[in-house]
């Protein structure tokens, strides 16, 4: 008797899916959120403001940031390798415009594997801010801000390999709202939320 | 196949290959005719004043020894006004419309919305050799401007780290800096 493997189609069969084992573990984790589940907040916002820096952009930053001047090498060198820069910033006139479910539609997508949640933050800035890296082995691969008030609501994505120094200094550049983000230890710790 | 369905046919392949071209083509004409159809507005031509007060413009920085900041690359601007007509539609709407039509050789970098103020600013941005294009649109209540001008890789850079307050200078500078 034939065995599955001996068989064309299920010879066929079984390649396939080894394939798509092999290509799902290769698959690299994307830092780069979905916020399109937020746009209809746009609607009720007093104003809203979206950031899309993508990788052509970034290209096109790195190209124009010179060598020679400090203080440009200095931004050179905060967005080398950095693939992409995304904020979307929703402000309300009144409370309650955005709901718990708007929220946990990114932070959903933050409990996934390789992100982690920072727990040595703060903010000088009131309200709920969480801040998040993706770890790719022991390499950033990204970062996400979510900042939540009562008429507020913010979210900065940042693909790529970046940390808290670099967003600290890219706050009020590129996009980047003030958040007032200060690390104030070392250490991060997975988020078993 | 009848005769009406071919006819059909032929109607939706044109305005397939139309929106195809609008895109590819001269993006700023793509898009003022965009915001026309849109809105149901007409767009005024820059008034004749207004190109002699470009020359003026550039005559003050002279004498001022240069130290007036310009941002467009000389006579890289284009500009299209829309003046005291109503802009009512949905802008979520109108976002996707714009960002559908510019995806593929423009970058959106910064685009605020105020449902409440009824303002849209879009601002995008693509090569064009050593240089760069900028088109900024300005959509309030009554009025509207469609800016494109072509910037220095210096002036790239202070839209790149203040994208919402360049993006203002700029149609500042094309609007109202060139009419004094």
Redo the contacts between chains.
């Keep these: 008797m034939k065995t599955l493997f001996q068989t064309k189609p299920g010879a066929l069969l079984i390649a396939t899916l080894v394939l798509a084992i092999a290509a799902s573990a290769q698959t690299p984790q994307t830092s780069r959120l979905e916020l399109s589940s937020l746009d209809h907040l746009a609607a009720k916002a007093s104003q809203t403001v979206d950031v899309n820096i993508d990788e052509r952009l970034m290209r096109i930053a790195a190209k124009a940031f010179s060598d020679k001047d400090a203080d440009e090498r200095e931004i050179k060198k905060l967005i080398t390798g950095v693939k992409g820069i995304y904020v979307k910033s929703f402000e309300f006139d009144s409370d309650g415009q955005f709901t718990t479910a708007d929220v946990e539609a990114v932070r959903a997508q933050l409990h996934g594997p390789g992100w982690i949640r920072l727990v040595n933050v703060t903010s000088k800035k009131e309200g709920n801010v969480e801040v998040y890296l993706l770890m790719v082995g022991d390499d950033i691969g990204g970062l996400a801000v979510l900042s939540s008030e009562d008429r507020e609501l913010t979210v900065v994505n940042i693909v790529g390999p970046v940390d808290l120094e670099k967003l600290a200094k890219l706050e009020g550049q590129f996009g980047v709202p003030e958040l007032g983000i200060e690390k104030t230890k070392d250490k991060a710790k997975k988020d078993d939320n | 196949m009848p005769r009406t369905h071919i006819r059909i046919f032929a109607v939706v392949a044109v305005l397939a290959l139309t929106s195809a071209a609008y895109a590819k083509g001269d993006d700023f004409n793509a898009v003022v005719k965009m915001i026309e159809q849109f809105y149901g507005v007409k767009h005024e031509g820059i008034p004749f004043l207004a190109r002699a007060g470009m020359g003026a413009a550039r005559t003050a920085a002279r004498i001022k020894g240069g130290t007036a900041r310009r941002f467009a690359e000389a006579g890289s601007v284009k500009l299209a006004v829309f003046e005291d007509q109503k802009f009512n539609g949905e802008?979520?709407k109108f976002r996707n419309t714009l960002n559908a039509a510019l995806n593929e050789t423009w970058?959106?970098?910064?685009?605020?919305?105020?449902?409440?103020?009824n303002e849209q600013v879009y601002i995008y941005?693509r090569?064009a050799g050593e240089k760069?294009n900028v088109l900024v649109i300005t959509i309030e209540q009554r009025d509207a401007t469609v800016v494109q001008v072509t910037l220095s890789?210096e002036n790239?850079?202070l839209l790149?780290?203040?994208?919402?307050g360049t993006g203002k200078a700029i149609t500042e500078e094309a609007t109202i800096i060139d009419q004094e």
């Design positions: 802008f979520l970058s959106p970098l910064v685009q605020t919305v105020s449902a409440t103020d941005l090569e760069y890789p790239l850079k790149l780290k203040d994208p919402e």
